[in-house]
């Protein structure tokens, strides 16, 4: 059991951040490299949907409307997203993407989809059910900390 536990500890300790920068080098090619890891991630998070408002994309990433104005200021100068007012309430800001930020945004959704391709290949259906569980229980232990 002690085995177990350092193998688990090491992996959780380093997985984050390794994922954070093999992500990164994986996501920002030649064709994105005027965007960061986060930005993708805030182009994730508008989507390819109907125009989002601020406030809805702001709570999905966890961050203030502030912050995102500030990133969606750049992504806006570099093409990736538009702004537009709603026409039932000139107050609210929606966001959409661009024509380029749908091809960064189905670039990041193949990262994803590989990643998870890669975590679930060789499992059998019950060692999925059982990491579904651990996953579950490690993000409600996240979420409660």
Do not use: C, W
């Not at 993407?97 to 990643?115: D, I, N, P, S, V």
């Amino acid at each position: 059991m002690e085995k177990a536990y350092d193998t688990f500890n090491d992996v959780l300790v380093n997985l984050f951040n390794e994922i954070m920068d093999i992500e990164a080098r994986a996501i920002i090619t030649p064709e994105f490299k005027d965007i960061t890891n986060n930005d993708m991630h805030v182009i994730e998070a508008v989507g390819i949907g109907d125009p989002r408002n601020m406030s809805a994309v702001a709570k999905l990433l966890s961050i203030t409307v502030g912050t995102l104005t500030i990133a969606v200021n750049n992504l806006v100068k570099k093409g990736y997203i538009e702004r537009v007012r709603s026409k039932e309430d000139r107050r609210v800001v929606l966001v959409s993407l661009t024509e380029k930020g749908k091809k960064a945004y189905q670039h990041h959704k193949r990262f994803h989809e590989e990643m998870v391709q890669s975590l679930l290949k060789g499992l059998s259906d019950q060692e999925i059910s059982t990491l579904v569980t651990a996953l579950t229980n490690l993000r409600e232990f996240f979420r409660n900390y």
